[in-house]
């Protein structure tokens, strides 16, 4: 059994939470938010605090909080035991803490609904020593995930590529579905476009996939699209995307 102190109260410990809940394997015996209101709901099932110096002893302390407060916070760890941040950003050497160190990366999306499973959900750790490898890929493997070493830098990479792929794709939905609503035209129209593009860049390739009045070099239809488009910044959005659309299609 893996014991677990679980630190943060954000979207992804709630995940965490959730999934260590119903995986065998996972002794979730702590759970820490510097606001306890925020998981009071759970105390009947975990043992809750708001202070680090009452942190119980664990295999792994899991770090689940933003990315600017994850050297602070581990500074504060008292322990020989193994801590673990989960960011794509932060490097390894980052924890600031007196004992052992790890990385535990789910290369994932996490909402206020929690996933329903970790199945084949990728993992990238890094550890200092290959025991501590061995904890961190039994943990991944008893929440249904798929384990993956890389080091710091090449999970930096990573984590870039997801903001591109992830946050400004779905920043562009969202200036899509603004200008649907301003228009009075409804948003729904769009889901099945939306699941066919993902989906045809996953089965045949992005590159493969790419359709649209930038790859033929329609400039007629561009700059239709540009005098629709009276906000101007999403106006150099488009520019710039179709830009890089033409040249990587030339």
């Known amino acids: 059994m893996i014991k677990v102190v679980l630190i943060g109260a954000g979207n992804l ?25 925020k998981i009071r709901s759970f105390e009947n099932k ?18 689940a909080i933003s990315d600017d407060e994850i050297a602070k916070m581990s500074a504060k760890i008292k322990t ?7 960011s794509g950003s932060i490097a390894i050497d980052e924890l600031l803490c007196n004992s052992k160190k790890g990385v535990l990366y789910p290369i994932q999306t996490f909402s206020n609904m929690p996933l329903a499973t ?15 490898f ?14 993956i070493e890389m080091n710091s830098q090449k999970r930096s990479y990573v984590h870039l590529i997801a903001v591109i792929i992830n946050n400004f794709g779905n920043h562009l939905i969202e200036l899509g579905e603004k200008i649907a609503q301003n228009h009075g035209i409804p948003f729904a129209i769009f889901h ?22 930038a790859k ?14 009276s906000d101007e910044g999403i106006k150099k959005i488009y520019l710039g995307l179709t830009d890089s659309i033409k040249k990587r299609h030339e």
């Open 134 to 147: 061995k904890l961190l890929q039994d943990l991944v493997l008893k929440i249904g995930g798929k384990p």
């Open 192 to 213: 099945k476009i939306i699941e066919e593009t993902h989906k045809n860049a996953i089965e045949i390739g992005a590159r493969n996939s790419q359709t649209g009045p």
């Open 80 to 86: 020989s035991a193994l801590v673990v941040h989960c």
């Open 46 to 63: 975990i043992s809750i605090t708001d202070k680090i110096s009452d942190l119980k002893p664990a295999d792994i302390y899991l770090i």
């Open 13 to 37: 410990a709630m995940n965490f939470q959730k999934i260590f809940d119903i995986s065998s394997g996972v002794d979730l015996i702590q759970w820490y938010s510097r606001k306890p209101k």
């Open 216 to 229: 033929r070099k329609d400039n007629k239809t561009i700059n239709k699209h540009l005098n629709l488009l």
């Open 118 to 132: 970790f199945n084949k959900l990728p993992f990238l750790i890094e550890t200092k020593n290959k025991n501590d």
